[in-house]
């Protein structure tokens, strides 16, 4: 397929979609009204797996409105694909619509910041989309970043043993972008040569506004075996302008059959890299401008990972109380873990030292807070996890139509089912009622801390029912399994040098209490959830607040913006604890046994 006929297609696309968006429903939220006298007003982006978000926070970082828009996804077996089209498009729409239910102008806002899915994105040499789908439909231009195509690959980069792997956990995961590159150069040879450019879904936002190619630390770092330390010594975070990408590994690449990437200087996949947060180019384009609504030259900030801006949006979110010293102690950040909880969970937290945790990604230098190591765990299912298990019970359709006639979620109506039973049955607390229901949630492989990418979903348990109330039962066994996957990423994290006693929560699970208190319950730890919901969304405004200059640095940014809301502590009971321990030790052996199972199997078929 010619580029010509990739870049006629894309018009086509373009207009059909600007048509197409013009009637399309955006899902708009405010949290107060404006105030009459405005200060400074920062917008942040974020592109999620299903929809492009955007939201407007003032300069005491509260939310004064928020809108989103439905993205495409293409999903075909193991590959799932997205259009950098279609997201831009509905960036532009969520933009537009949070400015206009905060009352807004476009040239009052002023700053702006990106986040998304750390997804690969496939431009040429003029800036138009090159298809990486088998279906070679150039709109089709985005590896989602739970696309799973390339295990193959990852396992072979894996036996290299390169030292960069060292700081992903010792194994890259099918969901960073090396594997998949490598799946794209040995499968689609004229895409591999028609590609200009690679870029992480964040950073061709940025680049896609304002015309600068530097990529952020965060994405390079954490899903491009990128190095990040090479720059501790010369660089820091107020004059990181224009360094020069000194971190890549070019044995590696050539090692694993990519040595193509490190030619004119990695000009490829990043031939400048800056901090979180760093100003990019003269801010928005005209054009970019244009189309989001908004002024000439606003700032825009170098972008984050979404679960990495989620990060950024609450690590700092503490009860006042924690406040009573005036002096700011470097080290009670690294006591906290951030859980982001959406379609996927990471579990973020960072270090004044670099600690080495097998199967956790990382050590990461200056991916998410600038000068501080990242950790990052992670489950690469969780929401959807949820949704699968409820979604595909034959009880379910009717459940969602008693949700909808009350406008609650179907997640508010199963909780209050599971109250009711727990009444019936007389149950002394709740998460007794799955003593006999066992689940592990590995339905997209374990990401950490076990890094087993073909490890599957388990459930023990099972009856012929196929009442309301066994899904209710099956949802909080799912919320549990989960919960006890956290409590396994934060005991290995600690048994390794972290000292994590403290959870901040944020993302769409997070709104769920259930799950919230369980996971409390599970691991012992209380949760502080932050007073703006749109956590992810913050983060990315953090980035254009720091780029405007309106605060010097990502965390004095996040010291004044964050804000508490919320806290949730584990229970008292003796009891729970005891119950916990013992279904987590069921949780543990699940594993074990599937092990156990795949080698009788192997052997079988030997």
């Known amino acids: 397929m010619s580029g ?4 006629r297609d894309k018009r086509a696309f373009l207009d059909s979609h600007n048509h197409h968006r013009h009637f399309s429903a955006v899902e708009m939220t405010t949290a107060a009204p404006p105030p009459a006298a405005r200060g400074s007003i920062f917008l942040g982006v974020d592109v999620g797996t299903g929809s492009a978000r955007a939201g407007l926070f003032d300069d005491n970082g509260r939310l004064l409105g928020s809108a989103s828009c439905p993205i495409q996804i293409w999903k075909d077996g193991d590959c799932v694909e ?3 089209t279609d997201i831009w498009l509905a960036i532009c729409t969520a933009v537009k619509a949070a400015c206009s239910l905060a009352n807004v102008s476009g040239d009052e806002v002023t700053s702006l910041g990106f986040s998304a899915t750390c997804s690969l994105v496939a431009i040429d040499d003029e800036g138009e989309p090159v298809t990486v789908s088998w ?32 700081y992903c956990g010792g194994a890259v995961s099918p969901e960073m972008e090396p594997p998949k590159l490598l799946w794209v150069k040995e499968n ?5 040569s028609l590609a200009f450019r690679w870029m992480d879904l964040s950073d061709w936002l940025s680049y896609r506004a304002t015309g600068d190619d530097t990529r952020s630390l965060c994405t390079i770092v954490c899903k491009w075996t990128y190095l ?12 990181s302008r224009d360094m020069e990408a000194r971190g890549w590994d070019d044995d590696f690449w050539e090692e694993i059959g990519l040595g193509d990437l490190v030619d004119g200087h990695h000009s490829k996949i990043g031939r400048s890299v800056a901090f979180p947060g760093h100003a990019l180019g003269s801010g928005l384009t005209p054009d970019a401008a244009k189309e989001l609504g908004l002024a000439a030259g606003t700032p825009v900030g170098t972008s984050l990972i979404d679960a990495h801006a989620g990060g950024v949006g609450v690590m700092e979110s503490v009860p006042m109380a924690d406040f009573a010293s005036e002096e700011v102690d470097e080290e009670a950040i690294c006591h906290r873990m951030v859980l982001v909880c959406g379609t996927s969970t990471c579990h973020m937290a960072i270090s004044k030292n670099k600690l080495f945790i097998p199967g956790v990604w990382g050590p990461f230098w200056s991916a998410m807070v600038p000068q501080y190591w990242l950790t990052e765990g992670g489950q690469s299912a969780t929401g959807a996890v949820l949704d699968y298990i409820i979604e595909n019970h034959v009880a379910s359709p009717l459940l969602a139509n008693r949700a909808a006639s009350r406008s609650i979620s179907i997640f508010e109506l199963l909780n209050e089912i599971l109250e009711t039973l727990k009444q019936e049955v007389g149950s002394s607390f709740l998460a007794a009622l799955t003593r006999d229901i066992h689940i ?18 388990m459930i023990c348990g099972l009856t012929l029912d196929t009442s309301e109330k066994q899904l209710a039962l099956l949802y909080l066994a799912t919320l549990q399994g989960i919960a006890y996957g956290t ?36 691991t012992g730890y209380p949760i502080v959830l932050p007073r703006e919901n749109e956590s992810v969304l913050l983060g990315a405004a953090i980035l254009g607040a720091v780029a405007s200059k309106k605060h010097p640095t990502v965390q004095d940014a996040m010291r004044a913006l964050n804000a508490a809301g919320q806290v949730v502590y584990p229970s008292k009971d003796p009891k729970v604890k005891k119950y916990h321990d013992a279904k987590y030790r069921i949780f543990r052996d699940l594993y074990a046994q599937q092990l156990s199972q795949r080698s009788i199997m192997k052997d079988a078929l030997s």
């Open 228 to 239: 990040g330390h090479a720059h501790m010594h010369q660089n820091n975070e107020i004059d």
């Open 4 to 7: 010509a006929y990739q870049r």
């Open 135 to 166: 279906s070679g439909d150039p709109r089709r231009n985005v590896i989602v970043w739970m696309d799973h195509r390339a295990v193959k690959q990852a396992d072979r980069i894996n036996s290299s043993k390169s030292p960069v792997l060292e």
């Open 82 to 84: 997205q259009s950098s």
């Open 487 to 522: 409590r396994h990423i934060i005991e290995h994290c600690n048994a390794h040098g972290h000292k994590i006693d403290t959870l901040l929560a944020c993302g769409g699970l997070s709104k769920n209490s259930l799950f919230i208190q369980e996971q409390a319950d599970i």
């Open 188 to 192: 689609l040879q004229e895409s591999w």
């Open 440 to 457: 592990l949630p590995d339905f997209h492989g374990n990401r950490s801390p076990i890094a087993d990418p073909i490890s599957k979903g």
